[in-house]
């Protein structure tokens, strides 16, 4: 199947620091992919990378043939690792916002979600505690019908029950056509998602597969192959 | 439903309907949930899901019928030749676990007489 | 773009509203200590509560010119927000580029000094009709002799001055953040403000110099001057208002120096592709 992302050979320093070091990864449409790395691995560099919030160094990046740029915003729905909402507005305004701005966002999808979530349209982004703002922003992110979703770090810091749900919500509003990456550490949540699996470790890939295959070569599971690699 | 083993998740799932359809839990000719529905039930990828069936389909153990869904097999021989394939394979490992605690075969049937 | 401004207004509105409230009720305090006074001053009455009024006149000046800054730091903040804050996640990771994100921003905030600048303006007109009535008409008289076209020229005149004047600080603020990515230098950005806008300037009026033709507002002819009387520099922008000269066919002289004027309006383009370029290309989250 084609590649709708291309990544070929990208670095990026801060001052002296380097995040990533001439990575390259290439993922195929459809399915979901998950980014394995503990903190500073460079996971959530390579997702700004993708989301044109920063700009390699070196190397190139191309989504759906093209570099990060409008076009690409258009087509990446992206949960980021913070509450990216404006404080004034409420949960209606947030929701407005999205329809306004993406021409994939699917209202009625937004308000089943939100539901399920147990979040109401009244309710001020200022007065939402950590676990609901998760479920707010990734409620906003699965309602566009978008061609790549980017999920940095979807459940940490959330208590198990926000957890679950949010859990649900991906598997339940991720259709096929669609590439999902998603980084995480928290392996032994998330990896029964994961088609794919590649763990990243000071900037580089170190290993990337499809997940059953590793399970079965290596006779266990991705979150102790984790441990295994990273302990 | 708790992915402990060493195993792939695909095949737990199958060893996991496999069970159901043993115990007659999934009856001969019942529609199984969908892979959409499965996949929400258990938190797992739908393509795992779909892959456990195709699995499945291949043992002729399911069939799928187009538009319809799957649905377990309703040949009863097949459902009884699997239950006795799971009990061997059940009283195989077993065996190799007691062996490995030195048991000898006579002291293993005492322990079963009880 | 008309929908980010549309985000833009229902973001700050409330702010801008409240700081419209104290500004009238500061005017109102002060134009009812004018008409006190006066009134006093014709009954030969001075008593005690005198003081108080001239103190809470002197406060209400105060509190208007704090307002004013308050304003206008606000929107300057709110396109730093952009750059230093969470909620720039969201901003740009929108299908929108860098001259869209800057020009809505750039346009919103204009319009709120529009308006709070005419806002102000009115209420203290109308309110001084209420309260003076007939009785002063002769301020009336003398306003209407600068409210002609040059004056409403030179109106526009300062807005443009006002939308460069945005253009340098936001330019500012996306060099500053771009160049330095240490937070604790906030303040950064006025000091490149400060050197830029000092280094315009000063070529636009070594320009305005060379080229001596200035635009009379009034009468929209060109004339050559050799000096020019009461010039009043603005910084950004240089032309004058004529206000302590004397009056020419009943009017205040107004000029502008067309070199001047066209390099400020140069610099404004290319500050505003800068920043749209820095945005779009440079600032890194």
Do not use: C
């Not at chain 1, 990208?10 to 998950?34: E, F, M, P, Q």
């Not at chain 3, 009812?32 to 030969?44: A, G, H, K, Q, V």
């Amino acid at each position: 199947m084609e590649d709708i992302i291309k990544i070929k050979g990208i670095t990026k320093t801060y001052r002296n620091k380097r995040a990533l070091d001439s990575l390259s990864l290439n993922i195929k449409k459809g399915g979901v992919i998950g980014i394995l790395g503990p903190n500073g691995s460079g996971k959530t560099t390579l997702i700004k990378i993708l989301t044109g919030l920063l700009r390699p160094n070196k190397g190139e990046v191309l989504i759906d043939g093209k570099t990060p740029g409008t076009y690409t915003k258009s087509i990446v729905s992206y949960l980021p690792d913070r509450n990216f909402l404006y404080e004034w507005m409420n949960i209606e305004d947030a929701i407005g916002f999205f329809k306004d701005f993406y021409e994939d966002f699917d209202e009625d999808k937004a308000i089943n979600l939100l539901e399920f979530m147990g979040l109401n349209k009244g309710m001020k982004i200022k007065e939402l505690s950590k676990g609901m703002h998760e479920k707010l922003n990734l409620s906003l992110v699965l309602s566009r019908n978008a061609k790549v979703y980017i999920l940095d770090e979807p459940i940490a810091g959330v208590d198990p029950v926000a957890r679950d749900q949010i859990l649900d919500a991906i598997v339940k509003n991720y259709n096929e056509e669609s590439t999902m990456i998603i980084t995480t550490h928290l392996v032994r949540d998330m990896e029964n998602l994961f088609d794919d699996v590649a763990f990243l470790r000071g900037g580089t890939i170190e290993l990337i597969g499809n997940a059953e295959t590793l399970r079965e070569e290596k006779g266990m599971q991705i979150d102790d192959l984790y441990k295994e690699i990273f302990g | 439903m708790n992915f402990k083993d060493n195993l792939p998740i695909y095949i737990q799932i199958m060893n996991y309907i496999k069970k159901e359809m043993v115990i007659r839990k999934i009856k001969e000719g019942d529609k199984l949930p969908s892979v959409r529905e499965l996949s929400t039930t258990l938190t797992v990828n739908p393509n795992t899901i779909q892959r456990a069936y195709t699995e499945l389909e291949r043992e002729g153990l399911v069939f799928t019928q187009r538009g319809m869904g799957t649905f377990a097999t309703e040949d009863i021989e097949k459902i009884e030749s699997l239950k006795k394939d799971m009990a061997k394979s059940l009283v195989d490992n077993f065996l190799i676990d007691m062996q490995s605690l030195n048991f000898s075969k006579e002291e293993i049937k005492k322990l079963i007489d009880l | 773009m008309k929908k980010f401004m549309k985000y833009e207004i229902k973001g700050t509105y409330k702010f801008i509203l409240g700081i419209l409230l104290v500004i009238l009720l500061a005017s109102s305090v002060i134009q009812y200590n004018i008409f006190t006074e006066i009134r006093n001053f014709e009954y030969n009455q001075i008593n005690e509560s005198m003081n108080f009024l001239r103190f809470m006149f002197v406060l209400s000046i105060f509190i208007i010119f704090g307002a004013f800054i308050t304003a206008f730091f606000y929107i300057v903040g709110s396109f730093k927000k952009e750059l230093y804050e969470d909620r720039g996640y969201l901003t740009f990771t929108l299908p929108l580029s860098g001259n869209q994100i800057l020009g809505s921003k750039l346009l919103v905030a204009l319009m709120w000094n529009i308006f709070l600048g005419i806002s102000t303006a009115l209420y203290n007109i109308v309110l001084s009709l209420i309260l003076f009535k007939g009785e002063v008409k002769i301020i009336f008289e003398e306003f209407i002799k600068i409210v002609n076209i040059g004056f409403v020229t030179a109106g526009i005149t300062g807005i443009v001055s006002a939308l460069l004047t945005l253009i340098l600080i936001y330019f500012s603020i996306s060099l500053s953040k771009v160049s330095i990515r240490n937070k604790k230098i906030g303040g950064m950005w006025f000091i490149i403000f400060l050197i830029i806008s000092g280094i315009t300037s000063y070529i636009s009026s070594k320009i305005g110099l060379a080229l001596p033709y200035y635009l009379d507002l009034n009468t929209f002819k060109i004339t050559a001057l050799d000096t020019f009387p009461g010039m009043m520099n603005t910084g950004m922008m240089e032309f004058s208002m004529g206000m302590g000269s004397p009056m020419v066919d009943g009017m205040y002289p107004a000029y502008l120096n067309i070199a001047s004027f066209i390099t400020e309006i140069l610099f404004g383009i290319a500050f505003f592709m800068g920043t749209g370029y820095l945005i779009e290309e440079r600032v890194e989250l």
